[in-house]
């Protein structure tokens, strides 16, 4: 009762046949592999631009001892 036979599916493919008809149905198919591939070549081309160097690491300069003492005094 709940699984779907083999002539259930039959049906449902020809009714799909008479909705869309052959012609439409290839365009969609042709439309959906066209954009699979547009995709598939954006990420080709994400792979390939380089990646920008990083910056080399800059150290922060702390005040010596004496200047910090000779800072709390004045």
Known sequence: MGSL???HWII????VLLLFGRGKLSELM???A??????KKGMAD???TPAK?????RSI???SKVEAEQTKVS
């Open 46 to 48: 994400d792979e390939e």
């Open 5 to 7: 036979s083999i002539w």
């Open 34 to 39: 066209k954009g699979i591939k547009a995709f």
């Open 53 to 57: 160097p990083a910056e080399p690491v």
């Open 61 to 63: 300069e702390h005040p």
């Open 30 to 32: 042709g439309d959906a």
């Open 12 to 15: 449902v493919l020809v009714v």
